[in-house]
């Protein structure tokens, strides 16, 4: 027992050392990098250099809290999306593609005329320009 009371102080000092070393390690990784070098509308206009910091934040785990790599991923995925509308909604504001496709444009045109519009009204105004244009070509 008395050997056991005489060690107690040196393993609390080892185990103070030990969690001190662990919590002053922690917030080191966590507080490293809280400036950037870029913003996100400059990694928006150079995306060669986007996609190069992106690859090096993707293949070390190091710079997983770093405000750069932050930066330029928030770019990418802003450029992704501003892709992916222009190809997956660019045909619902097109009136030569409302006038092509009837029946299409008269589903549109009855969730247009509702008390709420069931679409935004870009693509109502494309639908009734559609519709005009369409007219238009049938007439003799």
């Not at 405000?67 to 991923?73: G, I, L, R, T």
């Not at 999306?81 to 009136?95: N, T």
């Not at 693509?123 to 238009?136: E, F, H, K």
């Amino acid at each position: 027992m008395r050997a056991f009371a005489f060690r107690w102080p040196a393993l609390l000092g080892s185990a103070g050392i030990l969690v001190a070393g662990v919590l002053g390690s922690t917030s080191a990784s966590y507080g490293q990098a809280t400036t950037s070098l870029h913003d996100i509308p400059w990694y928006e206009a150079h995306p060669a250099i986007r996609k190069a910091t992106m690859k090096l934040c993707q293949s070390d785990h190091r710079f997983a809290h770093d405000v750069d790599c932050a930066n330029a991923e928030t770019a990418d995925t802003k450029a992704w999306g501003k892709q992916s509308r222009q190809f997956a909604f660019g045909d619902l504001v097109s009136p030569e593609h409302w006038a092509a496709n009837a029946l299409g444009r008269k589903g549109i045109l009855w969730g247009c005329d509702r008390p709420v519009p069931t679409y935004v009204p870009e693509t109502c105004a494309a639908a009734r320009q559609g519709d005009v244009l369409a007219r238009q070509r049938t007439r003799p």
